[in-house]
């Protein structure tokens, strides 16, 4: 049981947009910490994809961004294509546990 | 450029003691406000981090493994170690290094390729 919960999954047509929610509690996400988001294809390691909330490494297209409310973050894709399936990972601090926690996971699914 | 690469055993025995080396390049963990962790990802499941160690050699332990981990580094060598004590069948995963820069809030930005252990007799 992960600390922060995501959907399992999510699919979308070419050039669709979509979102992935990320839900966390008042000691990760809600106590004001970052959340940061990793794309996963699979058999490959982890690859930062957003920082700071909203920040895109160098390298990664507009096409993605992220966002944060309250307990919450999200990350949305818009003009999906063929290469964005992977599995999406959110990630922040927890002040309760003393370190950084991990969502379960999405799988996006290119249909 | 940065690199980072995990190495050690891919098979171990239960009850055995496991190190990893992450050995990495493009950075030094002697530089105020960086650090290097430890993540795990078992076959098909989510990452899990497992530990991290600090410029300053401060260590964060996830809590329900400190008592089997134990962190270190060696910033002459440009190598983090990680042990994991009393190895059971449920810690087979693909282990990861990853490097965090904490004053720029990129958590994890750059990592390792992972390597496989498995745990079986």
């Known amino acids: 049981q992960s600390v922060l919960t995501q959907p399992p999954s999510v699919s979308g047509a070419p050039g669709q947009k979509l979102t992935i929610s990320c839900t966390g509690s008042n000691s990760n996400i809600g106590a004001r910490y970052d959340v940061q988001w990793y794309q996963q294809v699979p058999g490959t390691a982890p690859k930062l994809l957003i920082f700071?909330?909203?920040n895109r490494p160098s390298g990664v297209p507009d096409r993605f961004s992220g966002s944060k409310s309250g307990t919450s973050a999200s990350l949305a894709i818009t003009g999906l294509q063929a290469e964005d399936e992977a599995d999406y990972y959110c990630?922040?601090?927890?002040?309760?546990?003393?370190?950084?926690?991990f969502g379960g996971g999405t799988k996006l699914t290119v249909l | 450029q940065i690199t980072l690469k995990e190495s050690g055993p891919t098979l171990v025995k239960p009850t055995q003691t496991l190190t990893l080396t992450c050995t990495f390049s493009g950075f030094s963990l002697s530089t105020n406000g960086l650090g290097v962790g430890w993540i795990r990802q078992p076959p098909g499941k989510a990452l899990e981090w497992l530990a991290l160690?600090?410029?300053?050699?401060?260590?964060r332990y996830t809590p329900s493994l400190k008592s089997r981990l134990t962190i270190t580094k060696d910033t002459s060598k440009n190598q983090v170690v990680l042990t994991m004590t009393n190895m059971d069948p449920v810690d087979t995963a693909t282990y990861y290094c990853?490097?965090?820069?904490?004053?720029?809030?990129?958590?994890?930005?750059?990592w390792g390729q992972g390597t496989l252990v498995t745990v079986s007799s």
């Open positions: 990853a490097r965090l820069d904490f004053w720029s809030g990129r958590d994890f930005d750059c």
């Open positions: 990630q922040s601090y927890d002040s309760s546990l003393s370190g950084w926690v």
């Open positions: 700071g909330n909203s």
């Open positions: 160690v600090y410029w300053n050699d401060d260590k």
